[in-house]
T-cell receptor, first 111, second 112 residues
Framework: KAGVTQTPRYLIKTRGQQVTLSCSPI?????VSWYQQTPGQGLQFLFE???????NKGNFPGRFSGRQFSNSRSEMNVSTLELGDSALYLCASSSGMDTQYFGPGTRLTVL | EDKVVQSPLSLVVHEGDTVTLNCSYE??????LLWYKQEKKAPTFLFML????IEKKSGRLSSILDKKELFSILNITATQTGDSAIYLC????????????FGTGTRLQVTL
């Protein structure tokens, strides 16, 4: 089975812009979770989608949003980018059991 | 708020050494604990533990959970340079708002 894929792998944006990241889960997995990883804060949970519904949300401002499509692919959007949004954004898929399998991540740099 | 604490933060050992990484947690309605290894980008899954006292083993790696004392350890024997990575511990809670809470990781460097 193909693993979790994320696009793009690298992204450079300027403050105030918005960005959309994409994640394709492992075939058959219906749950997709998003995480932000920074050197200071580690891996922090953003949100989880299951069958096109947001099932849980972390403590991030409303500028961070997401959605999931009927084929389980998910997108994450960050509006009005700030310098502090520079991070590695990881997506993980799960069949609904606990083990989450991670994609390679998107490295976002905000200038 | 759920909390996962890993120690040490970083560790440098010589090839062949045995290392023990620690993970303690405070989670409302614990369901499971997971260990991941992160080298370049994507964390890769190592173990999932749900029951106390039952050791999970894979080659030179093993892990055990103590639900009474709220901690887990990850052991790596006969370390190799390829074991150099960040090791992440994460805990799942139960309920409709279940989620994985990660520790900040232990950075392990294995030298020749």
């Amino acid at each position: 089975k193909a693993g979790v894929t994320q696009t793009p792998r690298y992204l450079i944006k300027t403050r105030g812009q918005q960005v959309t990241l994409s994640c394709s889960p492992i075939s058959g997995h219906r749950s997709v979770s998003w995480y932000q990883q920074t050197p200071g804060q580690g891996l922090q949970f953003l949100f989880e989608y299951f069958s096109e519904t947001q099932r849980n949300k972390g403590n991030f401002p409303g500028r961070f949003s997401g959605r999931q499509f009927s084929n389980s692919r998910s997108e994450m959007n960050v509006s009005t980018l700030e310098l502090g949004d520079s991070a590695l954004y990881l997506c993980a898929s799960s069949s609904g059991m606990d083990t989450q399998y991670f994609g390679p991540g998107t490295r976002l740099t905000v200038l | 708020e759920d909390k996962v604490v890993q120690s040490p933060l970083s560790l440098v050992v010589h090839e062949g050494d045995t290392v023990t990484l620690n993970c303690s947690y405070e989670v409302t309605n614990f369901r499971s604990l997971l260990w991941y290894k992160q080298e370049k980008k994507a964390p890769t899954f190592l173990f999932m533990l749900t029951s106390s006292g039952i050791e999970k083993k894979s080659g030179r790696l093993s892990s055990i959970l103590d639900k009474k004392e709220l901690f887990s350890i990850l052991n790596i024997t006969a370390t190799q340079t390829g074991d150099s990575a960040i090791y992440l511990c994460a805990v799942y809670n139960t309920g409709t708002a279940s989620k994985l809470t990660f520790g900040t990781g232990t950075r392990l460097q294995v030298t020749l």
